[in-house]
Each structure stands twice: as C-alpha cells, then as structure tokens.
C-alpha cells in the first residue's frame, strides 16, 4: 500500500463523474474539458482524457458531433445521451451520500486526520532518508 | 543543423524536424501497443493524434518554422506517456500480492474487483512460492504444504506443473496479474495455443508445432501411404495424445473476453518507449490484419456448422463450448490436417525431386546435348524445383516470424520465374523425347570364335568377377557404380541362348539404341564399342557399354545370344545376374525393334536362375549337370516342328516338365510297374505251384505201376535194372 496509489485510486473513481458534469453543462472539447478542470485544480493528463472519452461514449453515456474550425479538420464536441443524463444522476446522488459520510466521518474526529498526516509526514521522511 | 521534413498529419500539413518526427512516431506507436486491447482503440488515437495536430498547428501560427523536438516533448508530457496513463488508469488493482489483501477487500466488498486467487507468493517462497501460495490461498500454515508436497509421490512434479503455471505474486506487483486464457484474437482452433503462446509470452507458433509433431511425425513414417494403409495412416496420424491433452486444456482454460482478462492473459508491464515495442507492435498490427480476413472466412464456416448442428435437433446456445463449436472444432482440425499433410507433402515431394535432380545433375553432360538442352535442365532446376522450395521455405519462416510483405512485385516475380520454369522442364522433356525417338536398324554381327568346338564354355567378363556390393545408406546412382572423369557405363547387357544348329558354338552381337532419327541412331550404334574375345574355353565379353560424354546416352543396350550345341557345356557367370536395366523411355518413343523370328525358335529361357552353374544343352533343352532341366518354356509353340524332329514323344513333354511333377509321374509309374510285375510273378508262382503238384501226382502214379510191377523183388535190384 502506497499513497500515490490509494490517492490515484480514489481520484479516478471521480474522474468520469468530472467529466459528466463538465459535458452536462454544454457541449465540450476534450481541451476545453481539460482547461475547466484545471481550473477546478483537477490535474488530469490529455492521454487519459481520450479513452475515458471513447469508453464513455462506447457506453452510450455520450455522443459526439463534428464542428467545423476555422483552423484545420473539424474538431468532435461530446454531449451527454438521455442515458448518460440519467446515469450521471446515479453518479450525482452517490457522491452526494459519499461526499456526506466523508465529510461526517473527517469532520467528526479532527484529531485523527492530524495522527495519520503526522504519520505520512513521517514515512515520507523515511523515505527521504 | 537538422533536416525538416513535411508530414501530413491528420489533415494537416506539418514540417516537423526528423528528430522530432521519430519521437512522434515512437510515442504513437506506444500508444498503439497500450491501447492494442482497446474497444476503440483506433478511435483513442486517432482522438490524441488530432490534438495534437492541433497543439502543431498552434505553435505554427505563433510563429515557429517548424515542430521541434522540445514541441514534441511538451506535447508528449502535456499528453502524457502511457506509463503515467498506467498509474492513473488502471484498472487493475495495484496492489494485491498477498491473497489476504484480495480477500480483506473482499470482505469491505467494493473497491477491487478481485476475487480470491491462486497465487505463487513471492515474498514467502522456498524454492518457487507454490506452497506458501496455497497456504495463503486456504489460509493455512505454509509449513503443512511443503510437507504435503515433500512426502507425497507426484509431489514433484505437481510442484513443478504448479511452478509453471501458477502466476507469481510478482507479476502482480508489477500492475497487471497473468493468467492462462485462451486468446481469441489469435485463434486458429479454439485459442488454446494461442493462449499459452500469451502466457509464456513465446511465438504462437511454437506451441502449435509442440502439438503438432505427433502429426508431423506420422508424415515420415512413409509406410503409412498407400491405398492398403488408409486405417492405419489415420490412427497414427490423428495421435489421440496430443488432441486430447487440447481438447482438455480447451475445456479448462477459459477464453479471454473481456479487455482486462485479455491484459490478464499477456500480463504484460507496459513499459513502451523503446524501439523494440514499436517492432513488435507493427508486427502485430499485420497480424491482426490477417486474422480480419480470416475471420470471415471462419465466421462462414462457424455459421454453416452452427446452422448444421441446428438442424440436427441440437440447441445450440452460446456457451462457447457447445456442441456446435465441436463440430466447427473437428471440421476445422480435419481441414487444417488434411491441409497440412498436403503441404508437407507437397514440400517433401519437391525436396525429393530437387534432390534426385541435383543428383543426376553431374550426368547430365552424358544425356543432354550442349546449348539449348543443357540450358532448360538449368532452368528447370533453378526455377521449376527451385523456386517453389525457396518460396515455401520463406513463407515457413515468415509465418513463424510474423513478418508478411505485401511485396507484390516479388510474388509476381516469383510466379514468373515458376512459369519459366515450367516451360523450361516441357522443353526439356520434349527436346529429350525426341532426341530418344527413333531407334537404330539391327545388325546381327557373327563374332567369330577363336575355338568354337570347345567342349565346355565359360562366359565372363574382363577384370574381376567379384561382386561387391555397397550398402550406402543414401544410395543414389542413376547408372551404374563404373563413373569416372568422362565416361560412363551401363549394365544393358542382355546374353540370350539357343540351341545351335551344327556342334560348334558361336556368338551373335545385336546393338541397339535410340536416336533424334534412324541415321543418327545407325552411326551411334556403329560408334559403340563392345568386346567379346575368347580365350581357350573362356568367353569375355565386356561388363558394360562405354558412353561417352560427345556419343550421348540413348538406350544403348547390347544383345549376345550364344548359340549352343547339343551335348556341350555352358557356364554363364555370376557377374551377369547383377545386372541393371537402364533405360529411358521418352513420351515419344516407338519402340519399333526389327525383331528376327529366328531367333526366338530356338531360344532358351528362363535359365536365369543358373548363373554360375553349369548347364548341359540336350536335344530338348538346357539341363543342370544333376539332370534337371534349366530352362522354362522350351516346350512352347514355337517349338512343334523341332518337336517332331527329334521323335520325342510329345505325350511325355507334355507331361510337365517340372522337376516335381516329372519326379511324381516317374514315381507313380514305378510304383504301378512294380505292382504289375508283383502280380505277374504271383501268378507265376502259382502256376509253378500248380505243375509241380502236378508232377507229383504223375511221380506217385509211375511209383505205384513200379511196385506192382516188381512187388517182390528188392527195389536196389529194380533201380539196377533200369
């Protein structure tokens, strides 16, 4: 068990719920998908984007069409499906009673979350070390 | 300084220096190999190609001349590798090592999608963690397996198999577990192969030909050919080992469908910077391409069995090893058997061929005339046998290394030079027909003898007598074993005999051979060169005829018919049985031999069953010296005239002339002389019998006429009297 790991794990559980609601607000380009989340200070890599992309739309969660630029070949813009609408409101509602429980559970024992910073302040000194 | 090339790169045109093209190039193709078990793979990075088209095009507007490598960089890193898509993408558990981790996951239920497996567990193993993964498998001490393992018989070998096939938990350290499946994509049968081609990460073929051998092998048993072996040649060739143990793994292993089962299966760490993936990767690429087009030819085949199987009443439902998948399973390794054998076959033929041929290679000077003909045996071994062996032999390694080129131009080139060689061996056989087509006029050619009334006549050869024979374990010699630097010789010696007319032996020499035309054959024959001389009561003659390398081989063949007179003794030597019969018959030929009737009315046949031995010639054939006959068919039509000649009474020769039957015939007419004169001399016993009572009674009645004449007188006196 490292923290990278276990902090990549739990990022990726909400990534695709990210990107739902970025194409929920309107039609999006993968960049602009990738600039709003930066914004948000949600790092994700272009090369990632893409498959989750394509996975998502391969689920029918989303569909694309083709804008014409002024600059070179037309570009795909992603828009959310009926059923992505619907699953996003799945997803929606999850992590309401997600964000919730974490929220008790952390807010609840302030002392604790101090203990294990301390202890990852310190293995990551032994690892220094 | 760097060179600038212009690439166009989805839709645009981008000048982009060499260097940073490589990168480009390199990072795509990693792309391709990361995302090679993609759904919609080609999509991913067609999407990731036209961003970054686009970040190119913006850096071209801004200003810049052309993309360098430090703009492939940033892009690169902006879009990040496929090792940083693996931390981040994963869908693969990252750390699972121990089975108790699966299993506490288990238990909280969500998060991994784990289940409990069997794992080698690297960080407690002995010898190769098998037992402290069993253990850690039924949670128990690792201690009781090793102990299992140790004091039970198979112990070791299960070990071992377990050893093999039981992924390391290191494997899964590394992000992505192996496990066998059975690889789909690569099917040619039910995957198996395939599958364990994946999982040992070894070319797929290898594992095809280790089940395959047992089929090879039968192949060069060639005793299994021929139409009398069929049931034989098929339970041998169908080695029921090898299918079985398929058709075992095909029922264990499951068949990879989902992407992470397919990344379970190859287990692979990605790790795709290097040039090497990028090879490996365009490989696979021609691959798959190959099994598209294949795959509809299957798809056809699949639905005609499934419909098939249908009809028989059968449901057929998509468990994947249903009935009608063995169906398609038998019909598909039938014809991939049958297909098989037929290649292999046909390789082996041509191999045969080419060798035979590079073998009468070195005496071709003694058969084909300079220029044209020579010329056509060139091109037909180079291209008609060739050719083929070349091409079969590229496209086996070919298909072993993965390596296919849509080389149109070579493919053409090779089917060109195949045709020439085609046309090459027609020449040549045609040209050879002809130069074997006509046949020579027969000169009969009385030699004369030295001393024809010998008594006995040995017929030999110059030089030695001895025969020895060579066991070679390849023996390969079109003409007989005399071959030297320009001349070559061969056995047609033929000695014919027939009974002579006068009491003198003589010999006739007839030469033969063929030729483009008559008068050409005529001067050959005059050209050839053959001995008979006789010394005292030896006759030699010439073991073989000279061919040299300007008077070419055409059929030469000799003919010496010894004419042998009633009463007198010949010996044909040993060395002569051995003879071979070498002969050439072009498609053309008429063998149209201006036979002489004579000679056959008197021939003697059959006798060649007593080389070395010698024979007696009697007015009614050839006899050993113990008086058996010699001969076979002496006795034939053409020998009634004779018949009557020598009063012979035909009933007896006719009679058979078998030494058996004359044997048994003798014997019975023995035995019923010997009855005869049984019974002739009992009956004369009797009548001696019979006269001799007779006397008697005579003497009696003489006796008693004496007493009554001298009753009283002394008999002594009587007898005085008289």
């Known amino acids: ?129 | 300084m760097k060179k600038v090339i212009n690439i166009n790169f989805q839709g645009r045109v981008v000048p982009i220096e060499e260097t940073a093209f490589e990168l480009l190039k390199q990072y795509t193709d990693s792309l391709r190999v990361y995302f090679a078990n993609e759904d919609g793979r080609d999509e991913i990075i067609n999407d990731i190609e036209s961003r970054i088209g686009e970040l190119f095009q913006e850096r071209i507007t801004k200003g810049s001349t052309c993309i360098t490598d430090d703009d492939v960089n940033a892009i690169i890193n902006n879009m990040g590798r496929p090792k940083d898509f693996a931390d981040a993408d994963s869908d693969q558990p990252q750390d699972s090592h121990t089975t108790q981790n699966a299993q506490a996951s288990n238990e909280y239920g969500q998060g991994f999608n784990t289940n409990k497996r069997l794992y080698r567990d690297a960080n407690n193993k002995f010898i190769g963690g098998v037992c402290s993964g069993i253990a850690a498998y039924f949670n128990i001490e690792p201690i009781i397996v090793r102990l299992v393992f140790i004091f039970s018989g198979v112990g070791f070998l299960a070990y071992i198999l377990l050893w093999a096939f039981v992924p390391s938990s290191d494997n899964v350290q590394n992000g992505v577990r192996k496990r066998l499946y059975r690889n789909p994509d690569e099917k040619m049968i039910a995957g198996v192969c395939s599958g364990i081609a994946s999982y040992f990460n070894i070319n797929v073929w290898i594992p095809r030909i280790l089940f395959l051998i047992p089929f090879i092998t039968f192949l060069f048993r060639w005793g299994h050919f021929g139409p009398l072996y069929f049931p034989n040649f098929l339970s041998f060739s169908f080695s029921p080992g090898a299918l079985i143990i398929y058709i075992i793994l095909w029922l264990v292993i499951p068949e990879a469908h989902s992407t992470a089962e397919k990344l379970e299966m190859k287990g692979e760490k990605v790790d795709l910077n290097s040039i090497k993936n990028s090879v490996v990767e365009e490989m696979r690429d021609v691959q798959q391409r190959m099994s598209k087009m294949g795959k509809e030819a299957r798809d056809i085949a699949q639905q005609k069995s499934k419909t098939m199987s249908a009809e028989m009443g059968y449901a057929v439902k998509k468990t994947g090893r249903s009935f009608g998948d063995i169906i398609v399973f038998l019909v598909k390794a039938f014809g991939y058997f049958i297909i098989g054998c037929v290649l292999l076959f046909l390789i082996g033929a041509l191999l045969f061929v080419a060798v035979v041929s590079i073998g009468f290679f070195p005496l071709k000077g003694y058969i084909l005339n300079d220029g044209w003909q020579s010329a056509y045996a060139w091109g037909t071994l180079l291209f008609f046998i060739g050719v083929p062996v070349v091409g079969i032999i590229t496209f086996i390694i070919r298909r072993i290394a993965k390596v296919k080129s849509n080389n149109n131009l070579m493919r053409y080139t090779f089917l060109a030079l195949w045709v020439l060689g085609i046309f090459c061996f027609v020449s040549l056989i045609y040209s050879v027909g002809s130069d074997f087509k006509s046949t020579n006029t027969i000169n009969e050619q009385n030699i004369s003898l030295s001393n024809p009334a010998v008594k006995k006549l040995e017929v030999s050869t110059f030089g030695s007598n001895r025969f020895y024979s060579r066991n070679n374990f390849f023996h390969m010699e079109p003409f007989a074993n005399f071959f030297d630097e320009d001349s070559v010789h061969i056995d047609n010696v033929q000695i014919r005999m027939i009974k002579s007319l006068n009491d003198s032996f003589s010999v006739i020499l007839v030469k033969m051979c063929n030729g483009r035309n008559r008068r050409f054959a005529d001067t050959l024959a005059d050209k050839m060169v053959f001995n008979i001389s006789q010394v005292d009561s030896v006759l030699y003659v010439d073991r073989g005829i000279t061919i040299t390398r300007q008077d070419k081989f055409r059929n030469q063949k000799v003919i010496v018919t010894i004419a042998v007179p009633v009463g007198k003794i010949i010996n044909v030597n040993k060395r002569f049985r051995d003879m071979r019969w070498e002969h050439f018959n072009g498609p053309w030929n008429d063998d149209n031999w201006d036979w002489n009737s004579d000679w056959d009315r008197d021939e003697v046949k059959g006798w060649d069953r007593h080389y070395g031995e010698d024979l007696i010639m009697k007015a009614d054939g050839l006899y050993t010296l113990d008086g058996h006959r010699a001969d076979t068919d002496w006795n034939n039509d053409n020998n009634k005239d004779w018949d009557d000649d020598t009063n012979q009474p035909k009933s007896d020769t006719t009679q058979g002339y078998r030494y058996e039957e004359t044997q048994k015939s003798i014997d019975s007419l023995k035995t019923i002389q010997e009855k005869q004169i049984q019974k002739m001399k009992d009956s004369l016993k009797k009548a001696k019998d019979q006269i001799d009572k007779k006397l008697e009674n005579l003497e009696e009645k003489n006796a008693a006429k004496a007493a009554v004449y001298q009753w009283p007188g002394n008999q002594t006196d009587f007898i005085v009297n008289i």
């Open chain 1, 1 to 129: 068990m490292n923290i990278e790991n276990t902090a990549s794990q739990m990022r990726k559980g909400v990534l695709e719920f990210c990107i739902l609601s970025v194409i929920k607000l309107g039609e999006a380009y993968p960049s602009d998908i990738i600039d709003k989340m930066k914004q948000a200070n949600l790092n994700i890599l272009e090369g990632t984007l893409y498959p989750l992309l394509t996975r998502l739309k391969n689920a029918e969660l989303l569909t694309y069409r083709w804008v014409e630029s002024n600059s070179g070949p037309p570009r795909k813009y992603f828009l959310l499906t009926e059923k992505g609408a619907a699953f996003y409101k799945e997803l929606e509602t999850t992590w309401e009673e997600l964000a919730n429980a974490v929220e008790t559970l952390t807010g609840k024992n302030g002392s604790d979350i101090n203990t294990t910073s301390t202890t990852n302040k310190l293995n990551a000194d032994e690892k220094s070390n």
